[in-house]
């Protein structure tokens, strides 16, 4: 078990691969070289707003609206609350991202077994990258030694930099982005007394997810009895967990079946729950 807390983690920026400001809080982070690396982090839009093109990834990504409305895809829209599923290989985008967005995002290797380049990994590739060439617009543009230009999307440059490897696309599991309403859903019983859960979906024959939990004050959910690596965010109320007390804010990371692990509401808590996906 890991648990880090918002309010302790210091701020920082997204390089030039991208148009515009983007500050990231980065909650958890998981295990660099394995399929099942990831970054959980806190994303707020700075001054400006922040701007991609169309472009994908080779990994997974589940956002949740916490502030604002993001505009994730041209004029398609997910609102405060609601969470979107971004599969490896699936197109997304335009982005114009308005200034003071917040989203809880998370970055994970998809059930292709590609993984994901670390957030250290990319900010190095991106420094670099610019003694090489420009980064505009999300584009990244150089000449070769024939004096040749060539444009690349910027996040698959700085891919290629970071791994040394030409960037391959998983054949994609979906067609577009899965987006989902919470408010849709209904809390049923889990468990113990006054523990509920609203799943929204799980994806892939490797069972990646996203739903939510609320545990009621007093009440005590059993953490850490699941087979993949699960990462809880906590948006309301306060919990204990070995003692300490713990705020909205708050990340916590459980291995597979490593519980169970007592998460007792001190007073009645909602936490947003992702699985990883198995290996």
Same mark, same amino acid.
């Given at each position: 078990m890991r648990i880090s807390q918002a309010s302790?983690? +210091?701020? %920082?920026?997204?390089g030039t691969m991208r148009a515009g400001v983007l500050a990231q809080k980065h909650l958890l982070l998981g295990q660099d070289g394995s399929p099942n690396n990831y970054d959980l982090n806190i994303g707020r839009a700075g001054e400006g707003g922040w701007r991609t093109p169309r472009h994908r990834h080779n990994f997974d990504q589940i956002r949740y609206v916490i502030k604002g409305n993001y505009p994730y895809m041209g004029d398609k829209v997910l609102p405060e609350g609601w969470v979107g599923y971004f599969p490896e290989s699936v197109y997304y985008g335009p982005q114009d991202r308005p200034e003071g967005l917040e989203t809880l995002v998370l970055q994970f290797g +998809?059930?292709?077994?590609?993984g994901y380049v670390s957030v250290a990994e990319?900010?190095?590739a991106n420094e670099a990258l610019k003694s090489k060439g420009q980064f505009k617009d999300g584009v990244y543009t150089y000449? %070769?030694?024939a004096g040749q230009r060539h444009?690349? %999307?910027a996040s698959v440059a700085c891919f290629e930099?970071?791994? +040394?490897?030409?960037?391959?696309f998983a054949r994609p599991r979906y067609e577009n982005v899965v987006v989902m309403d919470p408010s849709a859903h209904a809390w049923l019983p889990q468990g113990a007394a006054g523990v509920y859960v609203k799943w929204l979906g799980s994806f892939t024959?490797?069972?990646a997810g996203i739903g939510f939990i609320k545990v009621e004050s007093d009440a005590t959910y059993s953490a850490g009895m699941l087979p993949s690596i699960t990462l809880l965010y906590q948006t309301k109320g306060r919990v204990a967990v070995? +003692?300490?007390?713990?705020g909205p804010g708050s990340a916590f990371e459980f291995l597979p079946n490593e519980g169970p692990i007592r998460v007792q509401a001190v007073e009645e808590a909602e936490l947003v729950c992702m699985t990883l996906h198995q290996f």
């Open positions: 302790t983690i +210091g701020t %920082d920026l997204v +998809g059930a292709s077994g590609n990319r900010e190095a000449y %070769d030694e444009n690349k %999307d930099y970071a791994t +040394g490897r030409k960037l391959e024959e490797r069972s070995e +003692g300490r007390e713990y």
